[in-house]
């Protein structure tokens, strides 16, 4: 019985330790955006700000890597002017309508496998008429749909399961009926 139970105490501890691993290990995210009249922009990497900020730019499209060779562990949904809710695209695929001329107006982004296991991902949008939104979480949407503004940048950040984050206010606004979103 005392064996069974060392056994199994291992076990617990070993599969406990590979958790706590994989949630503190940093996760190299890049992600960059097709901006107005500025095309695709350089990549940036985790906590930082992709698109513009007081230039009156929409934000058209977005495309979304983690650095550490893995395709399947994130995915993003783009919210589009005409368009509406696309559909979710993985890791390496262009969400939105680079070059169109249609504005990104909201997104949702979430982890999956075992990415999701252990992290969360945090991300807000900076929105026309209304500057910076609050933080939307795993798959939550971010930015408006149906007041037609323009996404302007956006801000994403990946950190260990249960980490207390400010999420400092309302991360999204929808148009119902004939009033438009107060931001």
Same mark, same amino acid.
């Given at each position: 019985?005392?064996?069974?139970?060392?056994?199994?105490?291992?076990?617990?501890?070993?599969?406990?330790?590979?958790?706590?691993?994989?949630?503190?290990?940093?996760?190299?995210?890049?992600?960059? *955006?097709? =901006?107005?009249?500025?095309?695709?922009?350089?990549? !940036?990497? %985790? /906590?930082?700000?992709? +698109?513009?900020?007081?230039? &009156?730019?929409?934000?058209?499209?977005?495309?979304?890597?983690?650095?550490?060779?893995?395709?399947?562990?994130?995915?993003?949904?783009?919210?589009?002017?005409?368009?509406?809710?696309?559909?979710?695209?993985?890791?390496?695929?262009?969400?939105?309508?680079?070059?169109?001329?249609?504005?990104?107006?909201?997104?949702?982004?979430?982890?999956?496998?075992?990415? *999701?296991? =252990?992290?969360?991902?945090?991300?807000?949008?900076? !929105?026309? %008429? /209304?500057?910076?939104? +609050?933080?939307?979480?795993? &798959?939550?949407?971010?930015?408006?749909?149906?007041?037609?503004?323009?996404?302007?940048?956006?801000?994403?950040?990946?950190?260990?399961?249960?980490?207390?984050?400010?999420?400092?206010?309302?991360?999204?606004?929808?148009?119902?009926?004939?009033?438009?979103?107060?931001?």
């Amino acid at each position: 019985m005392k064996k069974l139970f060392s056994i199994m105490l291992a076990g617990i501890l070993i599969l406990y330790a590979q958790v706590t691993l994989a949630a503190t290990r940093t996760v190299y995210l890049n992600y960059q *955006a097709y =901006v107005q009249g500025v095309g695709w922009q350089k990549a !940036v990497g %985790n /906590g930082k700000v992709v +698109g513009t900020v007081g230039q &009156g730019k929409r934000m058209e499209a977005l495309l979304i890597n983690f650095m550490d060779g893995t395709t399947n562990m994130i995915q993003y949904n783009a919210h589009i002017q005409d368009i509406g809710w696309q559909g979710w695209k993985n890791s390496g695929s262009v969400a939105g309508t680079a070059g169109k001329n249609k504005r990104m107006e909201a997104v949702r982004i979430r982890l999956v496998g075992e990415y *999701a296991k =252990v992290l969360d991902i945090y991300y807000r949008a900076h !929105v026309q %008429n /209304g500057g910076w939104l +609050g933080w939307a979480a795993n &798959g939550e949407p971010a930015g408006t749909a149906g007041a037609s503004l323009r996404m302007e940048a956006l801000q994403i950040q990946v950190v260990p399961k249960g980490t207390k984050v400010d999420r400092g206010g309302q991360a999204y606004f929808e148009k119902k009926g004939s009033s438009v979103p107060t931001i």
